[in-house]
């Protein structure tokens, strides 16, 4: 994870525990599934997971497959690229116009 995505995780993980959430961050290793997002989110009672990106940065398909599953299974997965976006999904997911 490079030097900008650390400093939005860090900012982003203050934003959602601020809100009430509570916040798992997940790294990958050999032992974890692949494409895992960054975040796993628990806010107001539903499941959130973002895969945070800097404007650059790619969604790999690894990523794509996780989201589709994590979407399936009725949760809410986004790939935010600045901690407005991230307070923006928060608030979609819980069906409300300002979180």
């Given amino acids: 994870m490079s030097n900008a995505e650390t400093s939005l995780q860090e900012r982003v993980i ?25 975040l796993l989110i628990c806010y107001q009672g539903l499941f959130i997971a973002m895969e945070l990106k800097t404007p650059i940065g ?10 589709r599953l994590i979407k399936k299974s009725g949760g809410y997965v986004c790939f935010p690229k600045s901690v407005e976006e991230a307070e923006m999904h928060l608030s979609k997911a819980v069906g409300d116009e300002i979180c």
């Fill in 58 to 67: 790619t969604i790999s398909r690894k990523q794509e497959i996780q989201a």
């Fill in 14 to 38: 203050q934003l959602v525990e601020n809100k009430g959430g509570y916040v798992v961050t997940q790294h990958g290793s050999m032992i974890t599934r692949g494409g895992i997002p960054d």
